[in-house]
């Protein structure tokens, strides 16, 4: 969860850093346990704690089962490597979306993107997220679109990609997959959960035919009650570190 770090202290920023690098690398694993990961590509990201504006990334290269808290790559906002635990190769790609949520949002401590199959088939929809679910109508009023330009490789991309995300804190990323930002790794991984389990739902829903909408009042309503969403972290994120310690431990190091 985030906390604040007294950035004049070397010692505390170590420490803080240790932090986030240990949830970054849990955050990794628990995508791979929900089968959301796609071999060595899209990323998670998260600030690093201090006044040089650096962020972890995965190293381009290894499964996210396999990410450890010393892995990860810290790169500035110029995607130069600042420090690497062994590979230092970073995905242009990923660097491109990343950087650019971590330089237009101060808020944003984290940023996670997947390719998660479901994910990228309601990306491709015509209506995109439909209110067929309570967790979708959860979702609804935290979300933006951005069309689908190529691979990120075009820094240029990055503008249009924070103008599209706005102050939102999920994102459909057309015909490529989704994308959260929260303002830390706990409270992005609760939207990016809640974003899967909104579009496992709707193909699943629509696969079994003509689907039954809610009025537009219950859509209302649910959106007035999902404004402390990221909340739920508080109680979600330690559930599922200790999911992650019966599992696949070994990740906080």
Known sequence: ???????????????????????LAAAYRLVA????????????????????????INPYGLLFHEITASSLVKVDQDGQVVEAGGLARVNPAGFTIHSAVHMGREDAGAVMHLHAADGV???????????????????????????????????????????????????????HG???????????FTYLYF??????????????????????????????QSQNLGMGAKLTWPALLRLLDSKNPGYAV
Request: with cysteine; glycine share 4%; aromatic share 6%.
């Open 1 to 23: 969860m985030t906390t604040m770090t007294d950035a004049t202290d070397p010692e505390a920023l170590r420490k803080a850093e240790w932090k986030v690098r240990t949830e």
């Open 33 to 56: 346990l929900f089968g959301w990961d796609d071999l060595v590509f899209t990323h998670l990201s998260a600030r690093v704690p201090g006044p040089e504006h650096h962020f972890l």
């Open 121 to 175: 088939a309601v990306s491709a929809h015509r209506d995109g997220l439909l209110p067929l679910s309570q967790t979708a109508m959860l979702c609804l009023d935290h979300l933006s679109y951005h069309d689908y330009e190529g691979v990120a490789l075009n820094l240029d991309e990055r503008e249009r990609l924070i103008r599209d995300l706005g102050d939102k804190s999920m994102m459909m990323l057309r015909n």
């Open 178 to 188: 989704v994308l959260t930002a929260g303002r830390d790794v706990a409270e992005t």
């Open 195 to 224: 974003l899967m389990k909104a579009c496992e739902i709707q193909v699943k829903a629509q696969s079994c035919g003509p689907v039954y909408m809610p009025s537009e009042q219950a859509i209302q309503t649910t959106a007035d």
